[in-house]
């Protein structure tokens, strides 16, 4: 095992086909990635379809950790890169598989590389989990890869920039941050939760439009890659405005009061 891939997390999201999973065990043995996070599969993940596939990659697929949805796969994570293969709404800066997994060997802490459904892709939900996001190049005549594919297409980028061939990492590494502590995903995700709360409560965000808004948020957030103190701080500054929001509102309900007598 490479000690510079051992901790990132293949995660698929909801895949349907079994020899697709059977094979992304195999290519990620053959390119020395070891953790396969699997949500809400809607197929047999350790059947005979997958174990055909997966040939002498079956330990990998046995040991395959099954969980009911994104944010428990992305548990602990500090980086998270997600895939895609269309535009969406809210502009996106898309990297190739080569200019953004660098980024997650870079860190020594639990990283994950996110891929969709094999009809669907990701959601823009599931989207939002993300720091950065790639899309495959591929020629202009059939532009839709397998899963399977995809999965093999990073597997052998990431290997390769772990085990250089030539030259040695810089050449991989040049456009990439120094390493940060960044804090992890639910951390984050419990800040986000509390600020679309918070601005639902003073009227900036409107339920029927609040989710599309939280995304740009969200995207403006995760491209400076909080720490764990930064996460804090502004949790704090959030309560004290909640604080600060509630003493108005008593301070007024008393003189209302008064004003009666």
Not at 80 to 93: D, E, L, S
Not at 130 to 156: F, H, K, M
Not at 198 to 208: D, R, S, W
Request: with cysteine.
């Amino acid at each position: 095992m490479n000690n510079l891939l051992h901790h990132i997390r293949i995660v698929l999201v909801e895949p349907a086909g079994a020899l697709n999973i059977g094979s992304i065990s195999r290519v990620m043995k053959n390119m020395g990635l070891t953790q396969l996070v699997i949500v809400n599969p809607q197929c047999e993940v350790c059947g005979e379809e997958a174990s055909r596939m997966a040939v002498h990659a079956i330990d990998l697929l046995e040991t395959a950790q099954i969980v009911p949805d994104l944010p428990t796969a992305l548990a602990g994570c500090t980086r998270v890169i997600a895939t895609t293969a269309r535009a969406r709404a809210i502009p996106t800066q898309l990297e190739t598989p080569r200019q953004a997994l660098p980024w997650l060997i870079e860190s020594n802490e639990p990283t994950a590389l996110i891929f969709g459904r094999e009809d669907s892709g990701l959601t823009n939900a599931e989207l939002n989990y993300a720091t950065r996001y790639i899309r495959i190049p591929v020629g202009s005549e059939y532009s839709s890869l397998n899963l399977a594919q995809a999965v093999g297409v990073c597997a052998y980028e990431l290997q390769i920039c772990a085990n250089p061939v030539e030259d040695n990492l810089s050449n991989f590494r040049s456009n990439i941050p120094p390493n940060l502590d960044i804090a992890p995903v639910e951390l984050i995700e419990g800040y986000y939760q509390q600020l679309e709360t918070l601005l639902l409560e003073i009227g900036y965000l409107l339920p029927h439009t609040a989710a599309h808004r939280m995304e740009k948020i969200r995207r403006l957030y995760n491209r400076s890659q909080l720490s764990p103190n930064e996460v804090a701080l502004l949790r704090g500054i959030l309560r004290q405005v909640h604080w600060s929001i509630d003493s108005t509102n008593s301070v007024s309900i008393h003189a209302d009061k008064n004003e009666g007598f």
